[in-house]
């Protein structure tokens, strides 16, 4: 199982807690991380990814083991920690007032 | 008993207010998206336990919401862990993507941009929700990057009506500041294949056939702010309100000019009158007066607050022209509040009861058609918009 932190307006949204886990068929990569996360939670279709382009949306970042990973293609695998659910995968929103 | 409820959306949430038929005394529910923009929230008028609410936010983008319960609990249609027939996810409801098909036989690529070059459409967010007046399951949704979209599954699924941005002015629209949205949707419960829309910075525009074909509908509109002064399109339209009794009569607040048609938007004229500044946002009709409008008159499009700081409604009851202004009850000092284009809403009880929100997070209600004014809540956050249902 693969471990995903996310923003509070997320989970709020998917109506789940700190962290959901997901499974994922074959080669756990950034992007397949990501399928599996919005079929199981489909309402959180669009609000990570833009529904067109598939491209992640500028305010959120992906971090995981200490590293900004935001800006490496979608099939690039996951780091072993978290693909072995040792550690999470963190969908984190851009700081920002109100 | 009758009773109102009133939809607020505001840049933190969405709120809903419930009072007895008197409008004394007011119940405050909400936040409910606590933290998103909700830009606007509005009831079926076929069955009144039905809202939809746009809820948006610069970080998550755009989630469609719904309620079947007069706005209780609520959830985004497509939302859940449905599966399809084919075993895939469902959760359509948030996508709205425009319609790139050949059918279309031209182009939809570009809009024109700030600098005047052109610029791809790029969907932002949905402005504004209309319900159908007989089906439930159908709403349509206006957007920015300016469109239209419908649905015929309570909000799972958006089509886009793609005959208006491909009717051959879309290269010609331009966003205003505060971008470019599809923000009025004007439907005629004995025409059901007429609806108007508005968008900011293009006009008005109609369609005959229940959205398949659009025409720009702008003769007599007059604006400084653009090259050709009397454009077929690129003004800056506010806002239009219309009377379900006299859907050939319009009434538009434009940046910069009140305006009036009585044949369906073929030709407009100013009826701006007396009004101490014809600059605004809102615009509305009295519930059983057709002649009987209200404006919220704002100082420029520099400035935006009353004038004199003074927050004042205006009415006419001549349908434009002759205004008066309505000040028992609302601030007529040290005023600096503005009432955005869809933040202005009447109830069908008798007397029409008027209620507007601002920027200072006031919603103010009138049940006595505007002669004099109470808050019902005072300290929400900014107010976008505000929508009243009668209740049995």
């Known amino acids: 199982m693969i471990r995903v932190v996310l923003p ?12 959901v886990s997901v499974e994922v068929d074959g080669e756990a990569t950034f992007g397949s991380v990501l399928d599996a996360l919005e079929s199981r939670y489909p309402a959180l279709r669009g609000t990570i990814r833009d529904h067109a382009t598939r491209k ?15 800006l ?26 109100g | 008993m009758s009773a109102v409820r009133v939809l607020v959306g505001t840049r933190k949430g969405g709120f809903v207010l419930t009072s007895e038929g008197s409008r004394r005394r007011w119940k405050v529910a ?13 009831g079926s008028p076929a069955d009144p336990d039905r809202i939809f609410a746009s809820q948006s936010s610069g ?28 075993g895939m996810p469902m959760g359509e409801s948030n996508k709205f993507v ?26 932002k967010r949905v402005w504004h929700l209309e319900p159908s007046l007989t089906d439930p399951d159908t709403v349509f949704a206006g957007v920015e990057d300016a469109a239209l979209f419908r649905s015929t599954d ?30 009025t949707i004007l439907l005629d419960r004995g025409n059901p294949g007429r609806i108007f829309v508005a968008i900011s910075a293009a006009g008005a525009f109609r369609s005959d056939d229940a959205g398949r074909t659009w025409k720009p509908i702008n003769r007599g509109l007059r604006s400084e702010y653009i090259p050709d002064p009397d454009a077929p399109v690129g003004h800056c339209v506010h806002r239009i309100a219309m009377h379900p009794s006299r859907p050939e009569t319009l009434f538009m607040q434009k940046h910069w000019d009140v305006m009036r048609t009585d044949d369906a938007g073929e030709t407009w004229r100013e009826v701006s009158g007396d009004l101490p500044s014809d600059f605004g946002f809102p615009i509305e009709v009295h519930a059983h007066e057709p002649d009987t409008i209200y404006v919220v008159p704002i100082k420029s499009d520099s400035e935006h ?71 019902a809540v005072r300290d929400l956050p900014p107010v976008l918009s505000v929508e009243v249902q009668t209740l049995p």
């Open chain 2, 305 to 375: 607050f009353p004038p004199k700081a003074r927050l004042r409604v205006y009415r006419s009851r001549s349908g434009g022209g002759d205004w008066e202004a309505l000040t028992r009850g609302l601030p007529q000092r040290n005023c600096y509040v503005n009432v955005l284009r869809d933040a202005m809403a009447v109830d069908s009880l008798d007397p029409c009861g008027v209620y507007f929100g601002t920027t200072g997070g006031q919603v103010y209600v009138s049940a006595n058609a505007g002669d004099s004014w109470s808050p």
């Open chain 2, 154 to 183: 309570g909000g799972r699924s958006w089509h886009e009506l793609s005959g208006l941005r491909g009717h051959g002015t879309g290269p010609n629209w331009s966003p205003g500041a505060g971008g470019m949205g599809l923000h």
């Open chain 1, 8 to 19: 509070y307006h997320l989970r709020n949204l998917a109506q789940v807690g700190n962290e």
């Open chain 1, 72 to 97: 490496d293609p979608p099939d690039t695998p996951l780091p072993e920690a978290v693909a072995s659910g040792r550690e999470p995968l963190l969908v984190v929103g851009a700081i920002a007032g």
């Open chain 2, 30 to 42: 909400g936040p409910f998206f606590g933290g998103w923009e909700v830009y606007h929230m509005k």
């Open chain 1, 56 to 70: 992640r949306r500028p305010f959120l970042r992906y971090f995981a083991c200490e590293r900004d990973w935001s």
């Open chain 2, 59 to 86: 970080w998550f983008g755009q989630v469609i919401q719904r309620s079947s319960d007069g706005g209780r609990t609520w959830e985004t249609p497509g939302g859940g862990p449905t599966k399809s027939d084919q």
């Open chain 2, 98 to 123: 425009y319609d790139t098909s050949a059918e279309m036989g031209r182009p939809l690529t570009t809009h024109q941009w700030y600098d005047g070059t052109q610029h791809p459409w790029e969907f």
